[in-house]
């Protein structure tokens, strides 16, 4: 099977970058704002994206986990109760 790449590790760091600049750009800085990822990779996510807009305009923004397990189209497909992390 052939490794497919999506983007590279730059181009994410450059996508990151774009999301803090224009986050900021209309919202006229951080003051307000809060980065909320859903559990667990767009929680990573909302993390780098909270230290990307430190390095432009700080401090650093709150970072907050969401789950939706409960709320997953799997969940029918599923025969054990899902485990939930909970919501930060």
Sequence with gaps: MQKLTILTR??????IT???HATLERNKGSRDLAAVGRRTRGYFLAKRIAVSNDRFDGPRLP???LDTTLYSDELSLVSEPPVTQGTQ
């Design 10 to 15: 730059d181009e994410i760091a450059r996508a």
């Design 18 to 20: 774009r999301i803090s």
């Design 63 to 65: 970072v907050g986990a």
